[in-house]
C-alpha cells in the first residue's frame, strides 16, 4: 500500500506540534517532524550531517532537500505504517522539488494542513517555549526573525502552489488548541478517514 502523507505547514509557533499529536491519537497517523528527525540526526554520534545541520538549523536556514527527504524516508519505513503527517516540510521550492524527484511516486499526498497564525502571537508562544526550556536553540528572537522571514520569503509561495490544485486545507490556530482541533477534525472527517475506536 502507497503511504498517505499529510504535510503540515505554519509559522514557528503556530501549534504544528501540537495539533500532530492530536491528529496521532484520534487518526492513527505517525508524525514525523522534519525538523525533529534534523535535530535528531545532529545528535546522533558519528552524523556525516550532524555540523551541517546544527549551523542551517542556527541559522534559520533550510538544509538540502536530499538530507531531509532520505531522513523522513528511512523514518516511514522504519515506522511499519502507511499514514504519516509530514510536519514543517516541505518548506522552499527546493524542498518541493526534491520531494516531487525522490518521493512523489511513492507516496499519496491527501492535502496540506496549514495553521494559520499571526507573527505576534507565533513569536510570543516561541519565547514562552524557550522560556519555559524547550532546549530548542533556536527560539529566541535574532533565530525566530530570520525563521519568521524565511517562512514568509519560502513557505508561503509553497502553501500558494498546493492551494492552486485545491490540496490546501486552512485553519486558524489563533484560538485555543481544543478549537483549533475541531477544525482540524473537519478537515480529516471530509476525506473520509475513520478515526480509531477507543
Known sequence: MVPEVVFVLGAPGSGKGTQCSLISKEYDFVHLSAGDLLREERQRPGSEYGEMIEEKIRNGEIVPVEVTCSLIHKAMQNSGKTRFLIDGFPRNKDNLDGWNRVMFDKTKLLF????????DICTERCLGRGAAGSGRSDDNLESLQKRFNTYLNDTLPIINHY???NLVRRISAEVAPEKVFE?????????????IAN
Open 112 to 119: 496540506v494542513l496549514f495553521f494559520e497564525c499571526s507573527r
Open 163 to 165: 492551494d492552486e490544485q
Open 183 to 195: 477544525d482540524v477534525k473537519i478537515a480529516f472527517n471530509n476525506i473520509g478517514l475513520k478515526r
